[in-house]
């Protein structure tokens, strides 16, 4: 399940949180279309290895569970 959206720009990586309170909000990159910092493509791929992506939380940081790189510092909950 990709719960995460990444933005595509490599100096950006803004996260798209698509769950509100726990549950799934699917229309949310229609109405999110792109990033809200940047306007690039969200992905759903991780920016590091190109595998899906699945964020965890160390320290309230995201970092990707694939292979750990800390993503980014601020999380958009929608
Ligand atoms: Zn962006
Ligand atoms: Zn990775």
Redesign the pocket.
């Known amino acids: 399940m990709d719960k995460y959206l990444v933005c595509s720009n490599t100096g950006c990586r803004f996260i798209l949180d698509r769950r509100v309170n726990g549950t799934s909000l699917d229309g949310v990159q229609k109405i999110l279309k792109t990033c809200p910092a940047c306007s690039s493509d969200w992905s759903i791929s991780?920016p590091?290895?190109a595998?899906a992506l699945t964020v965890h939380f160390i320290h309230g940081l995201p970092h990707?569970a694939?292979?750990g790189?800390k993503i980014r510092a601020e999380v958009l909950a929608v």
């Open positions: 991780c590091y290895c595998q990707s694939c292979c790189h």
